[in-house]
């Protein structure tokens, strides 16, 4: 893996960590949209959890590339799931943001895990 591969795989897993850890402390800035898209406060824990899940998959990936790999796909479908519930939600202007998330992954999976 190269050194970019690298330092993108941990750049994404520390984003993507973040985001968990926002969900978790429920953070006005995430739980509030959360709400306003009709995703029920039951889930919001779970969320979390794959979110970090993924994050420390990305991170094994470095030393277990398949680990990576698998992590990097499911936090793909996370996140291209989060842009559909907000197209859904008729939010528009909030797409970006799941968007901000997806990119670094969908790099780290590109540069990063030989097959």
Known sequence: MSTTATIVTIAAALWVGFSAVSVFLRAT???????????PRSWWPWLGVAKAAGSVGLLVGLFVPVVGVLAAIGLVLY???AVVTVLRARSYGHVPFPLLYLAPVVAALALGFPG
């Open 79 to 81: 996140f291209v799931g």
């Open 29 to 39: 800035w995430v739980v509030g949209p959360l709400a306003e898209y009709g995703v």
